[in-house]
T-cell receptor
Framework: AQKVTQAQTEISVVEKEDVTLDCVYETRDTTYYLFWYKQPPSGELVFLIRRNSFDEQNEISGRYSWNFQKSTSSFNFTITASQVVDSAVYFCALTGSSYKLIFGSGTRLLVRP | GAVVSQHPSWVICKSGTSVKIECRSLDFQATTMFWYRQFPKQSLMLMATSNEGSKATYEQGVEKDKFLINHASLTLSTLTVTSAHPEDSSFYIC????????????FGPGTRLTVT
């Protein structure tokens, strides 16, 4: 069975602080994909990143960076110099051979001015 | 890029009535679409997989007769909530699988259903 765990329910930081959102996954598939989505109050999911199981390279996109470690089954997301606009719920998700997307429970991030 | 639309964006209906939600892939063909439900402050839960021209596959615990899914064309899937009750009030999100594979899943903006 596939499972995604986001242990942090809510995180509150002050603007300009760095923050890391944790994601741990379980799967028996050898080929799988991991995702991060942002869900602002409007509800629409915003795609942030996709990573396949064969690519463990870390990625940086502006203030966002992702650390994928197969050895610990983790795919963590770091926001550097957080901004108020980063306030949202962030979901980590996993898909494999079934094509079904399994979401974690989400982490609510509040960035205070 | 690939765009998925949902209609309506929000709907209020009375208990006992049925409501239909449409999910359309606007600029690509989607043989597979998914329907998710999200209760307030919770995660997205997959309800069913909708395949064009065949019956939908429902996840365990989802009532097939209550949530009717029809994927009649390569660009349209519909979810009908039959005999709606207040506990069916939720945010319903669809997604469409692109032709490139499981990593190309495009989400609609969601439909907020309130049953009074």
């Amino acid at each position: 069975a596939q499972k995604v765990t986001q242990a942090q329910t809510e995180i509150s930081v002050v603007e300009k602080e760095d923050v890391t959102l944790d994601c741990v996954y379980e799967t028996r598939d050898t080929t799988y994909y991991l995702f991060w989505y942002k869900q602002p109050p409007s509800g629409e999911l915003v795609f942030l990143i996709r990573r396949n199981s064969f690519d463990e390279q870390n990625e940086i996109s502006g203030r966002y960076s992702w650390n994928f470690q197969k050895s610990t089954s983790s795919f963590n997301f770091t926001i550097t110099a957080s901004q108020v606009v980063d306030s949202a719920v962030y979901f980590c998700a996993l898909t494999g051979s079934s094509y079904k997307l399994i979401f974690g429970s989400g982490t609510r991030l509040l960035v205070r001015p | 890029g690939a765009v998925v639309s949902q209609h309506p964006s929000w709907v209020i209906c009375k208990s006992g009535t049925s409501v239909k939600i449409e999910c359309r892939s606007l600029d690509f063909q989607a043989t597979t679409m998914f329907w998710y439900r999200q209760f307030p402050k919770q995660s997205l839960m997959l309800m069913a997989t909708s395949n064009e021209g065949s019956k939908a596959t429902y996840e365990q615990g989802v009532e097939k007769d209550k949530f009717l899914i029809n994927h009649a064309s390569l660009t349209l899937s519909t979810l009908t909530v039959t005999s709606a009750h207040p506990e069916d009030s939720s945010f319903y999100i669809c997604s469409a699988l692109g032709l490139e594979g499981p990593y190309e899943q495009y989400f609609g903006p969601g439909t907020r259903l309130t049953v009074t």
